[in-house]
């Protein structure tokens, strides 16, 4: 299947920090690539969808100037966390999409807000 | 809204067992999705439903897209000691939705 790689895997801060995290479709053109939360034993929780150029669709709850999403190539998605609090440690997971196939998963990052 | 429920939560299983496991919504789906994540690392695709009423499988998975269209199920046949992990029910039109999971523990 399709690969998908993120960068870091896992990344600890401070508070206040910014932290950005990459997505990268490494064998194929993504049109759309997705950006989910999951928290300990919780669901994953769609943030917000990117397509190639445009500016990022979030879900409702999710600001936009805290997440900033830019897909400036079809193969790369970067996800920032600006001004960093302890409550957004979390696992964050992308995924990629192209045109007609199925969604295909990155193994996700651990940020930890200290 | 588009929200799944899932079921069973968690279940802890003898190998050579089989697992059954279900996802149920009031909304309509036009596809539904099985994944499999493991600790720390994102979901993988295990089987992809289109068309209501289709049985599909992949090795010892079987699931199935409900007449419906507002539930799925996943077997799983034998299970073996590497099947452990989370399972992920997701029901898709425009943007998928994800099933709140059942954890599955296989004793050898």
């Known amino acids: 299947g399709a690969v998908v790689s993120q960068h870091p895997s896992r990344v600890i801060c401070k508070s206040g920090t910014s932290v950005k995290i990459e997505c990268r479709s490494l064998d194929f053109q993504a049109t759309t690539m997705f950006w989910y939360r999951q928290f300990p034993k919780q669901s994953l929780m769609l943030m917000a969808t990117s397509n190639e150029g445009s500016k990022a669709t979030y879900e409702q709850g999710v600001e936009k100037d805290k997440f900033l999403i830019n897909h400036a190539s079809l193969t790369l998605s970067t996800l920032t966390v600006t001004s960093a609090h302890p409550e957004d440690s979390s696992f964050y997971i992308c995924?990629?999409?192209?045109?007609?196939?199925?969604?295909?998963f990155g193994p996700g990052t651990r940020l930890t807000v200290t | 809204g588009q929200q799944l429920n899932q079921s069973p939560q968690s279940m802890f299983i003898q190998e050579g067992e089989d697992v059954s496991m279900n996802c149920t919504s009031s909304s309509i789906f036009n596809t539904w999705l099985w994944y499999k994540q493991e600790p720390g690392e994102g979901p993988v695709l295990l089987i992809a439903l289109y068309k209501a009423g289709e049985l599909t499988s992949n090795g010892r998975l079987t699931a199935q897209f409900g007449i419906t269209r507002k539930d799925s199920f996943l077997n799983i046949s034998a299970s073996i000691p590497s099947d452990v992990g989370i399972y992920f029910c997701?029901?898709?039109?425009?943007?998928?939705?994800f099933g709140a999971g059942t954890r599955l523990t296989v004793k050898p």
């Open positions: 995924s990629a999409k192209q045109a007609l196939y199925e969604q295909y």
């Open positions: 997701a029901g898709r039109n425009n943007d998928m939705r």
